[in-house]
């Protein structure tokens, strides 16, 4: 089968589902173009702006585009093969993913703008809220850890990884010149656009000629030191103004988000029409895991951001909701961008259909096979291979800052939430509070049964997806009750919800049972992956258990 065939597929019926059943959700939720939304109601030029949806809609994809719709898709496709993978993709962006992005922008415009956590404390009462809190900090450990591992990764390549390393560090530094540039001199945005986005292919170009190595620390070798590194990045991050790092990274992040996924396609159309790209990776290779995990419900988990994902109502129910103009906006910015990233997720799944399994077998980790797939699709355009491949290897790693970034954040404010503490001291405290753990997890050296050394970020992933997938679940769950509370369709959020629960509930269990095998034969282990991955199991049971009593109360 011939891949561009099968994006185009994949374009067509992602564009359908649109059309659709994203026109339906408009319809069942009474969304009112004339409707007054909180962006003009509370209207402050601070956090409550209204903007144009298509401007919205390329501010909120490159929120919630970071590394998972590349990391997931490649290694679901791996482990389980590209049919299944893209099935769950494309139908679950459709019917689940984008279904609960656009309706966390709905309930929070119709709560003044409130965040979906309020929503969940409005719907289910105080104690549902101070577990959903303590879920959702768990949640951000998980995905700090997953996405500092694969970051590091990329810099202790041994063939381009200190050149990358060094990219990174001059993309940083040129946020951080940016931001202080309209801080102080508050330039038209056009303009620094012109002179910013091509100063980051000037950093790709320089940055193998300087290439940066880390002097090794504590005893680390070279992976885990990049990962205390970048630890101590998000402890800056976290705290230091949003206008002098957060906002112009995460704009500047943005081009590279749309560059990618668009030249990519162009570059796979282009290259069609002299090769014959016949897809190399088999439809299905097993039914398992390389950890012995079977595939329903890893499918589902693993994938995580390209088909569906809770990290998203953070951001639905957070920025996005104060910018909308109008309620009809919900549609194309929550909906949508859902779908336009399940074609991201595609278009990275098509990066390892280029290969054979002996050959991805070759290049291990996704963000390899990424890089090395965005490099073939470039080159058609006309752009040297070798800068191609370090543009999408930078441009991984930029996807990830995004991440780092906003989640090392959210997990001090829920900190600060949880414990009441908020002073000028509060915010340095509830970070590094929020950092120990990943801390821990990042310089523990975990192995298999065998004695073989498992790669941090792998192990990660599986928790990250699955408590990833359950925050999506309970959110949808959350959304159901307030639907249901209004007399409106609840099912559209509901039955999503009943299937994410299981499947994550399903592969959280399968995550911790070893761990409690032990525990069981008296065999006791303080692993903090099993210890919060229970807390994670067990926070989920609760909060399932009081939305079925209001459930029953109704």
């Known amino acids: 089968m011939s891949l561009l065939l099968l994006v185009v597929i994949s374009i067509v019926v992602l564009s359908f589902g649109y059309m659709t059943y994203g026109a339906l959700l408009g319809k069942w939720l009474k969304l009112r ?130 050149g990358i390393a060094s990219s990174s560090m001059m993309y940083l530094l040129l946020a951080l010149v940016m931001g202080m540039i309209i801080k102080i001199f508050k330039p038209p945005l056009t303009l620094i656009t012109l002179i910013f986005v091509p100063l980051v292919f000037v950093c790709i170009y320089f940055g193998p000629a300087f290439p940066l190595r880390l002097p090794l620390m504590f005893g680390l070798d070279a992976k885990m030191t990049w990962n205390v590194f970048l630890l101590l990045y998000c402890a800056v991050a976290a705290v230091v103004p949003v206008w002098l790092l957060l906002q112009p990274r995460g704009y500047l992040g943005g081009f590279f988000l749309m560059l990618t996924a668009g030249m990519s396609f162009l570059g796979l159309a282009a290259g069609s029409l002299t090769h014959s790209y016949v897809i190399q ?59 336009l990233e399940s074609f991201v997720a595609v278009m990275a799944l098509g990066t390892l259909l280029l290969l054979t399994t002996e050959e991805a077998g070759q290049l291990q980790d996704p963000n390899q096979i990424y890089a090395h797939g965005i490099a073939v699709f470039l080159s058609h355009l006309g752009i040297h291979k070798e800068f191609a491949y370090n543009f999408a290897l930078l441009a991984f790693a930029t996807f990830v800052y995004d991440t780092l970034d906003v989640a090392t954040r959210l997990g001090r404010y829920i900190f600060e939430e949880l414990t009441g503490w908020k002073n000028k001291w509060s915010p340095y405290a509830a970070t590094v509070v929020t950092l120990i753990l990943p801390l821990i997890f990042l310089t523990r050296e975990i192995t298999d049964a065998q004695g073989k050394v498992i790669p941090g970020w792998k192990l990660f992933w599986t928790v990250f997806g699955s408590s990833n997938q359950l925050l999506a679940a309970l959110v949808l769950l959350g959304l159901s009750l307030w639907l249901f509370k209004l007399k409106m369709k609840f099912q559209i959020a509901l039955w999503p919800s009943v299937f994410m629960i299981f499947v994550a509930v399903t592969s959280l269990f399968f995550i911790i049972q070893p761990w409690l095998t032990n525990m069981v034969q008296g065999r006791f282990t303080a692993d903090p992956i099993g210890l919060t991955s229970l807390a994670l199991f067990l926070l989920t049971f609760f909060l399932v258990i009081e939305g079925i009593k209001i459930f029953r109360k109704g």
């Not at 499918?299 to 009809?328: D, P």
């Open 33 to 162: 173009p004339e409707a007054k939304t909180p962006a003009y109601e509370f209207q402050n030029n601070v956090d409550f702006v209204p903007a144009g949806k298509f401007y919205l809609l390329n501010q909120h994809l490159s929120a919630i585009a970071a590394a998972g719709p590349i990391v997931g898709p490649i290694l679901a496709g791996m482990w389980f093969g590209w049919l299944p993978t893209f099935l769950w993709v494309v139908f679950g962006g459709i019917f689940i993913g984008g279904v609960h992005d656009m309706l966390a922008i709905v309930a929070s415009i119709r709560h003044q703008g409130r965040s979906i956590v309020e929503i969940i404390r409005e719907t289910m009462g105080r104690r549902a809220f101070i577990v959903f809190l303590l879920f959702l900090w768990f949640s951000l450990i998980y995905i700090i850890a997953a996405f500092t591992d694969v970051t590091a990764s990329t810099f202790v390549d041994p063939a381009r990884g200190e």
């Open 281 to 339: 990776y088999p439809a299905f290779t097993a039914w398992t895991n390389p950890q012995g995990l079977p595939l329903i419900p890893l499918l589902f988990t693993t994938v995580a951001c390209g088909a569906c994902s809770g990290f998203h109502c953070l951001i639905a129910a957070g920025t996005t909701s104060k910018q909308l103009a109008r309620e009809t906006d919900a549609r194309v910015v929550g909906y949508g961008g859902m779908l």
